[in-house]
């Protein structure tokens, strides 16, 4: 799909990826909706967004109620006319020590990063069906959830989960010419994450990862992960015996 002249709704636009991604696409004469908490973060971005060129419609809720994102997928459609493509970009990763962790330290990384997606997706599936054309969903997943990493068992458990849905969900709405998209970064240096001691090597910047979100949005490649030798990496396990695989990620255990 081009990425001009659309119609597009963002969560988690205030800052991070939402933010770069939303910037990037207020280049094209978009008309853009962004969803997210904090209100004046929010106001910030849709200013920069209409120096850009681009309309823009700022809607403050909270993800995790079902409600308030029934509602902003509904006042987007009506402000706009239809939504083109949604990118659904909420979620969090802090590290967690499994072995001190309490149940809704798990289960509330769950809630964050898989029913912030449900709770936007499920309405967005009734307005898509709606218009002729369909549209897109996207999930911003991570390469995390291809394999359990130590320290990061729950956001690789929450991503997977999210893969998992969205990859029966692209079967059942092809028929409605709902696309369905998983887009699948590694490190992204971001003002939450940027002091935990990843690597530079590994990592890439706010800006290099829109640039491939957009890539994936343009070309609605089903699956898309990235940068490559990241994808290699994460990979190579899968062809590994589990007790290679184990003792290798045992290295980036701190425990």
């Given at each position: 799909?081009?990425?001009?002249?659309?119609?597009?709704?963002?969560?988690?636009?205030?800052?991070?990826?939402?933010k770069?991604?939303?910037?990037?696409?207020?280049?094209?004469?978009?008309?853009?909706?962004?969803?997210?908490?904090?209100?004046?973060?929010?106001?910030?971005?849709?200013e920069?967004?209409?120096?850009?060129?681009?309309?823009?419609?700022?809607?403050?809720?909270?993800?995790?109620d079902?409600?308030?994102?029934?509602?902003?997928?509904?006042?987007?459609?009506?402000r706009?006319?239809?939504?083109?493509?949604?990118?659904?970009?909420?979620?969090?990763?802090?590290?967690?020590?499994?072995?001190?962790?309490?149940?809704?330290?798990?289960?509330?990384?769950?809630?964050?990063?898989?029913?912030?997606?449900i709770?936007?997706?499920?309405?967005?599936?009734?307005?898509?069906?709606?218009?002729?054309?369909?549209?897109?969903?996207a999930?911003?997943?991570?390469?995390a959830?291809?394999?359990?990493?130590?320290?990061?068992?729950?956001?690789?458990?929450?991503?997977?989960?999210?893969?998992?849905?969205?990859?029966?969900?692209?079967?059942?709405?092809?028929?409605y010419?709902?696309?369905?998209?998983?887009?699948?970064?590694?490190?992204?240096?971001?003002?939450?994450?940027k002091?935990?001691?990843?690597?530079?090597?590994?990592t890439?910047?706010?800006d290099?990862a829109?640039?491939?979100?957009?890539?994936a949005?343009?070309?609605?490649?089903?699956?898309?992960?990235?940068?490559?030798?990241?994808?290699?990496?994460?990979?190579?396990?899968?062809?590994?015996?589990?007790?290679?695989?184990?003792?290798?990620?045992?290295?980036?255990?701190?425990?």
């Open positions: 799909m081009e990425l001009k002249d659309r119609v597009i709704l963002i969560t988690g636009a205030s800052s991070g990826i939402g770069a991604v939303a910037l990037a696409l207020s280049h094209g004469h978009n008309r853009i909706a962004i969803f997210a908490r904090r209100q004046e973060l929010l106001l910030n971005v849709a920069s967004i209409r120096k850009n060129g681009s309309e823009a419609l700022s809607i403050v809720g909270d993800a995790l079902e409600k308030q994102a029934a509602d902003a997928v509904h006042e987007a459609a009506q706009f006319g239809r939504i083109d493509m949604a990118l659904l970009n909420i979620g969090i990763g802090p590290s967690l020590d499994i072995a001190r962790a309490v149940p809704d330290d798990i289960k509330q990384n769950m809630r964050i990063n898989y029913d912030t997606m709770n936007f997706f499920c309405p967005l599936v009734q307005q898509l069906k709606k218009q002729e054309s369909g549209g897109i969903i999930n911003t997943n991570s390469l959830g291809f394999l359990g990493l130590p320290s990061q068992g729950h956001y690789s458990a929450s991503k997977a989960a999210c893969r998992m849905f969205l990859d029966t969900a692209r079967i059942e709405l092809k028929q010419n709902i696309r369905v998209l998983t887009i699948c970064p590694g490190f992204v240096v971001t003002e939450r994450n002091h935990q001691g990843i690597p530079h090597s590994l890439m910047t706010l290099e829109a640039r491939h979100i957009l890539n949005l343009k070309s609605e490649r089903k699956e898309y992960l990235f940068p490559n030798h990241l994808k290699t990496a994460v990979m190579l396990p899968k062809f590994l015996p589990r007790s290679a695989t184990e003792r290798l990620l045992s290295r980036f255990s701190h425990s």
